[in-house]
């Protein structure tokens, strides 16, 4: 990537029709350039529509990417529902493949009470498979697990960095759950993050990098807020993504979507 774009998760507040048409032309008024689209309820679409998506997001320079549904566990218990959550991350990278995008992101799963390196073996069996179907059809977009935030869920920073690095492919990298998971909001530990990020990934990584950010409540639900309401220091954050000259997509999780992606967009310069 040839720099950083700067996005909303999902059709912005502020589109007044909640298409995904109309939500890339309202992220290109806002003067953002880049959209996650959210089938985190599935992955469901109007076919019709997306040449349009994608000739207007390569016409405008907007990075897509895309969120795959909540319901994926890589290390559920039930044969089904690894093939249900196998087939819902290739649904997300077909959507996006065809949409000529970047990078989708899914939560791998849950330990649900297991010994997490007994979790990690079954994520990435489970993983591998599916990008060796992606791979075998000729999806180009990035595959990643994100880091998580509560301590139930798979998806630690040195599990996700690691599951990536073996299978060969880049996590995305969420600041807001990795503050919550480690009770960590100094700028000390996110550049921590970032160091750990590049001695996986190296220069490479760096240039490809998939951010989510957002603010986070600490209670046991985890819920996002908006930056300015958090206790983030997303300034400094962006200040290090600078210094480390990350390239790729930040995307924002608040509740305000597009404000927050506008305040980092213009902060960042
Ligand atoms: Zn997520």
New binding site residues.
């Given amino acids: 990537m040839d720099k950083l774009y700067f996005g909303p998760a999902g059709i912005p507040n502020s589109a007044e029709k909640r298409d995904l048409l109309n939500g890339l032309k309202t992220v290109k008024n806002l003067g953002l350039d880049a959209m996650e689209l959210e089938f ?1 309820y599935g992955v469901r679409y109007n076919p019709r529509v997306l040449p349009l998506v994608k000739e207007f997001a390569q016409k405008n320079n907007i990075v897509l990417t895309a ?1 795959a549904p909540y319901y994926i566990n890589l290390a559920a218990k039930e044969k089904e529902k690894i093939e249900k959550s196998i087939k819902y991350i290739l649904d997300t990278a077909r959507v996006l493949n065809e949409l000529n995008g970047y990078s989708i ?3 791998p799963g849950y330990y649900m009470k297991r010994d997490p390196k007994e979790v990690y073996k079954i994520v990435k069996e489970n993983l591998a498979k599916v990008l060796e179907m992606a791979n075998q059809e000729g999806i180009k977009v990035w595959i990643r697990p ?1 880091t998580m935030d509560l301590p139930s869920r798979f998806g630690s920073l040195e599990e996700t960095f690691e599951l990536a690095r073996e299978l060969g492919t880049l996590p ?1 990298i ?1 600041f807001a ?1 990795l503050r919550y998971r480690y009770k960590n909001n100094k700028p000390e530990f996110f550049r921590q993050v970032l160091e750990k990020y590049e001695e996986y990934f190296g220069k490479e990584g760096l240039k490809n990098m998939h951010i ?1 950010m957002s603010g986070i409540n600490l209670d046991p639900r985890a819920s996002h807020k908006n930056l300015k309401e958090s206790d983030m220091p997303w300034q400094e954050i962006l200040d290090l993504l600078k210094e480390f000259n990350a390239k790729g997509v930040v995307i924002s ?1 608040s509740p305000n979507l597009e404000e927050d992606a506008i305040m980092m967009k213009k902060y960042y310069g």
């Fill in positions: 985190v969120h992101v899914f939560h994100e995305c969420d759950h989510h999780e």
